[in-house]
């Protein structure tokens, strides 16, 4: 099993950046690929926004975030971080990473572990 905990949410305006980390725990991190989830707005399904595969070469980014956003993990210090820059309005969402240990899994029933969230909220 493995927890994660999420950090580095909160209020910028438009254009501005803002680094999310994720911190988990257990000596099993390096076995799960790691992923950013967000939510846009209650009861809307979690959109996968970026992933980043066990070994960290290679990643996957959301056509909406793209050249935007960039995944990284340290697997030596079990965290995973979403550098956020350009942000827009619409990246305004409650942010959650998720563990799972299939690659690329596009729908969020499909991971196992996840963070409580943390709120972006971009201003315009």
């Known amino acids: 099993q493995v927890q994660l905990v999420e950090s580095g949410g909160g209020l910028v305006q438009a254009g501005g950046s803002l680094k999310l980390s994720c911190a988990a725990s257990?000596?099993?991190?390096?076995?799960?690929?790691m992923t950013w989830f967000r939510r846009q707005a209650p009861g809307k399904e979690r959109e996968l926004v970026a992933a980043i595969r066990q070994n960290g070469e290679l990643t996957y980014y959301a056509d909406s975030v793209k050249g935007r956003f960039t995944i990284s993990r340290d697997n030596a210090r079990n965290t995973v971080a979403l550098q956020m820059n350009s942000l827009k309005p619409e990246d305004t969402a409650v942010y959650y990473c998720a563990a799972g240990v299939g690659w690329l899994r596009m729908a969020a029933r499909e991971y196992s572990y996840w963070g409580q969230g943390t709120q972006v909220t971009v201003s315009s």
């Open positions: 257990g000596r099993t991190f390096s076995r799960y690929a």
